[in-house]
T-cell receptor
C-alpha cells in the first residue's frame, strides 16, 4: 500500500515570503504521481499541482511548484510570494496504481501566513 | 468551483438513523470516489465506482454502502449511525481511466453530525 508522510503539522510564513511544505512517500508502484491539495477553513479540497514519476522537469502552476526528488522519495510543495489567502491545510496525496487510483493522503500541514 | 456537486451540505441526525449523501460528478467524469475526513482518522478512501461498477473498496464499514446510477451520479448510504460516524464526507470525480492516475476533483463535502 501507499504511504504518505507529512512531518510538519503547522507552519508559519511571512506574507510575500516563500515556504516549503514537506512530503515523503513510499510506494512500490512502477509509475505513480504525486498530488497536492489545499483545504481552506471553508472545507473544500482544491487541486493545486501534480507531478508524474517519469516527468523530467519539476511541475509548476503559478506560485506553486513541486520540488520532486525521486531518489529521496520526496515531493515538497513550494509556495512563492505567500498571500494571506494561502492560509489553509495542505495535503499531499498519492494514488494507488493498481486498484482504481484512489488517493492515499498525508496528515496535512496547516499553513498560516502572517501579515 | 470544481464542478462536483454534493447534497446536502450539512446533515444532523441521531444515532441509529440512516442517511443518504448524494454526489453528481463533473460532466464526462466516469469515476466517483467517496472519502471520509475525521479528526482522528484523517482523510480516508471509502469506495470507488467507475461507470456504474464498483471498482475499489477502502476502509468502508459494512453499515455503509454506495452505488452509482446510469446517469453517473452516486449515493452513499450510511445506516445504524454512531457518534463516531460524524465527519466530513467528500465525493470526488476523475476523468482518468484506471491505468493513468489523474487529478480528482472534490465536491464541497457533506458535514454529517450524529447526535
Amino acid at each position: 500500500a501507499q504511504k504518505i508522510t507529512q512531518t510538519q503539522p503547522g507552519m508559519f510564513v511571512q506574507e510575500k515570503e516563500a515556504v516549503t511544505l514537506d512530503c515523503t512517500y513510499d510506494t512500490s508502484d512502477p509509475s505513480y504521481g504525486l498530488f497536492w491539495y489545499k483545504q481552506p477553513s471553508s472545507g473544500e479540497m482544491i487541486f493545486l499541482i501534480y507531478q508524474g514519476s517519469y516527468d523530467q522537469q519539476n511541475a509548476t502552476e503559478g506560485r506553486y511548484s513541486l520540488n520532486f526528488q525521486k531518489a529521496r522519495k520526496s515531493a515538497n510543495l513550494v509556495i512563492s510570494a505567500s498571500q494571506l489567502g494561502d492560509s489553509a491545510m495542505y495535503f499531499c496525496a498519492i494514488p494507488s496504481f493498481f486498484t482504481g487510483n484512489q488517493f492515499y493522503f498525508g496528515t496535512g500541514t496547516s499553513l498560516t501566513v502572517i501579515p | 468551483d470544481s464542478g462536483v456537486t454534493q447534497t446536502p451540505k450539512h446533515l444532523i441526525t441521531a444515532t441509529g438513523q440512516r442517511v443518504t449523501l448524494r454526489c453528481s460528478p463533473r460532466s464526462g467524469d466516469l469515476s466517483v470516489y467517496w472519502y471520509q475526513q475525521s479528526l482522528d482518522q484523517g482523510l480516508q478512501f471509502l469506495i470507488q465506482y467507475y461507470n456504474g461498477e464498483e471498482r475499489a473498496k477502502g476502509n468502508i464499514l459494512e453499515r455503509f454502502s454506495a452505488q452509482q446510477f446510469p446517469d453517473l451520479h452516486s449515493e452513499l448510504n450510511l445506516s445504524s449511525l454512531e457518534l463516531g460516524d460524524s465527519a466530513l464526507y467528500f465525493c470526488a470525480s476523475s476523468p482518468a481511466a484506471d491505468l493513468r492516475p489523474g487529478a480528482q476533483f472534490f465536491g464541497p463535502g457533506t458535514r454529517l453530525t450524529v447526535l
